[in-house]
């Protein structure tokens, strides 16, 4: 059986439900609803958890933290609500190793540190951006003088966008407040990448703005061929950090065309990739979960 823990309100979750209902597949929902909703106990001594009364023992488990509350409302609550019950289930599913999960030897690290992994991909043989990361306005100026520049946060959490010169002039100090990842900027194609247990989807998204978050629906993402000459690279790098399903962002140079390494996600968002492939992505998911057990 398959536990799917999370937000109610995740199109991720909603999918991969509609496709075990769809296939039969035998799952049980941990949803929580705004303010929680969720009746679950989880006993440390004995190691039974129990929601409303029923004892769950799944064989395979897929869980992720609810970001979608809090985009909407920007309360802090909010996300710490959803942080809390993340943590519970995952350190439910981490205290019982016969679960099979996504990412077990990736357990208690909160994300994929995005300089380490840039630092590990070059050295996986991935090509990756000219990237400098400090708080400096002085080195920021300097570097758009050169070539445009883009830059994002250290830790991720917001998008990708162009440095600007005027923004800079604004800035009344000489340091930022923060350090940031300030990169070259890369042209399209984008490609993204899914590492499923030992299988690769690839997906090309066209958007008309620097990170396609920015417009949603209107990327368009097609499933494409994964590029072999980045696929021995990306297998080192994903296996150094222990992740078993993860998705890979690349874009390409705008002299050359090469595609370069950008990012990899610990829990990417799978829905509207899901449906460029024609649900074969989330079929992938739920097998490897549920290995060794009569699917239908």
């Not at 398959?2 to 995740?10: K, P, Q, R, T, V």
Request: aromatic share 10%.
């Amino acid at each position: 059986m398959l536990l799917i823990a999370g937000g109610e309100a995740d199109p991720q979750l909603r999918r991969m439900i509609d496709r075990a209902r769809v296939r039969g597949l035998p799952f049980t929902p941990l949803l929580h609803r705004d303010g929680g909703q969720l009746l679950l106990e989880w006993d440390v001594a004995s190691g039974a958890l129990h929601s409303d009364g029923a004892r769950i023992e799944p064989t395979g488990a897929f869980v992720r933290q609810d970001v979608f509350r809090f985009l909407q409302t920007k309360n802090q609550l909010d996300r710490d609500d959803a942080r809390s019950w993340k943590i519970l289930i995952d350190g439910w599913l981490w205290s019982h190793p016969h679960i099979r999960l996504f990412n077990r030897e990736f357990a208690m690290k909160d994300a994929v540190n995005k300089p380490l992994a840039l630092v590990w991909a070059r050295q996986a043989g991935l090509s990756v951006p000219e990237t400098t990361l400090h708080s400096s306005v002085a080195v920021a100026q300097s570097a758009l003088t050169r070539a445009p520049v883009v830059y994002k946060p250290v830790g991720g959490g917001d998008m990708c966008r162009e440095l600007e010169a005027e923004a800079l002039a604004r800035v009344s100090d000489s340091y930022l407040p923060r350090p940031y990842i300030f990169q070259e900027k890369l042209v399209p194609p984008e490609v993204r990448i899914f590492r499923v247990g030992e299988r690769f989807f690839a997906f090309q998204i066209e958007a008309d703005a620097l990170d396609y978050r920015t417009v949603g629906g209107d990327a368009k993402v097609t499933e494409v061929e994964p590029p072999a000459h980045l696929l021995p690279g990306l297998k080192a790098l994903t296996d150094r950090f222990g992740l078993t399903y993860t998705a890979a962002d690349f874009k390409a140079r705008g002299d050359t065309g090469e595609l370069v390494f950008l990012e990899t996600n610990s829990n990417p968002m799978f829905a509207a990739f899901d449906v460029a492939s024609g649900g074969r992505l989330v079929d992938a998911m739920l097998d490897w979960l549920l290995a060794g057990q009569a699917t239908t």
